[in-house]
C-alpha cells in the first residue's frame, strides 16, 4: 500500500498518494488514476492505524482521464476532499469538492465556485486541504501561490498574494 499523505479526524485515519503512484494491486495508488473507466477517487481508512481497507470517494465522471486528490481535512463534525479531474472530453479539467458528514462512509459532491481548470498540488507528502479556525483553507502550488478560504466547503474566497507589480499598480490608481 503506498500512502504519502495519511490525515487523522474523529477517530478515523485516512492516506492516500496525491500523484497516483503506482501500486502492485491496481497499477496505480491511492489518490490517482489514469484509464478509461470511471473516475473513482480512491483511498485507505483505518480506525486502528493497522487494518487499512479500500474507499471510494464515489464516482465522480464515467469517463475515463486521470484525478488526483488536492487534498482531505476534518473540521470536528465533517470531512471535506478537494479532488482534480482531467478528463479524456471537455471540460477538460474540473475541480470537485466532497462532503462526508458520517466518517467517510459516504460522500457527496458539494457544487462549489472553485476555478475550473488545472491547479497543481503541492505535494511533499503535505495536504492541500487545511481547517483552522473556522475556515477551509485550499492551497495550490501555482506561481504565484494561490490559496481560497471558505467557511461551509462550497462558497470560497481568493486570498492569493498579490504580486508587488500588482499592488504597486494598485496603490497609484488611489491618488
Not at 15 to 36: A, D, H, Q
Not at 52 to 61: A, C, E, F, I, N
Not at 71 to 91: H, I, K
Amino acid at each position: 500500500m503506498n500512502l504519502d499523505v495519511i490525515v487523522h479526524g474523529g477517530g478515523v485515519y485516512f492516506g492516500y498518494s496525491p500523484y497516483g503512484f503506482p501500486n502492485s494491486s491496481s497499477g496505480y495508488g491511492y489518490g490517482g488514476s489514469y484509464g478509461n473507466g470511471p473516475i473513482e477517487p480512491k483511498i485507505a481508512f483505518t480506525t486502528d492505524g493497522l487494518d487499512w481497507q479500500d474507499m471510494s470517494l464515489g464516482v465522480l465522471r464515467n469517463e475515463g482521464g486521470y484525478y488526483n486528490i488536492k487534498g482531505l481535512a476534518y473540521n470536528g463534525q465533517c470531512w471535506l476532499a478537494v479532488v482534480g479531474c482531467s478528463l479524456n472530453s471537455s471540460p477538460w479539467n474540473e475541480t470537485k469538492v466532497l462532503k462526508s458528514t458520517d466518517m467517510g462512509l459516504t460522500w457527496q459532491t458539494v457544487p462549489s465556485n472553485l476555478p475550473q481548470g488545472w491547479m497543481p498540488i503541492t505535494g511533499n507528502g503535505k495536504s492541500d486541504l487545511r481547517y483552522a479556525d473556522g475556515f477551509w483553507i485550499l492551497m495550490a502550488n501555482t506561481n504565484p501561490g494561490k490559496f481560497w478560504i471558505s467557511t461551509d466547503g462550497a462558497s470560497w474566497i481568493d486570498r492569493s498574494p498579490r504580486s508587488e507589480e500588482h499592488t504597486s499598480e494598485l496603490q497609484s490608481r488611489q491618488y
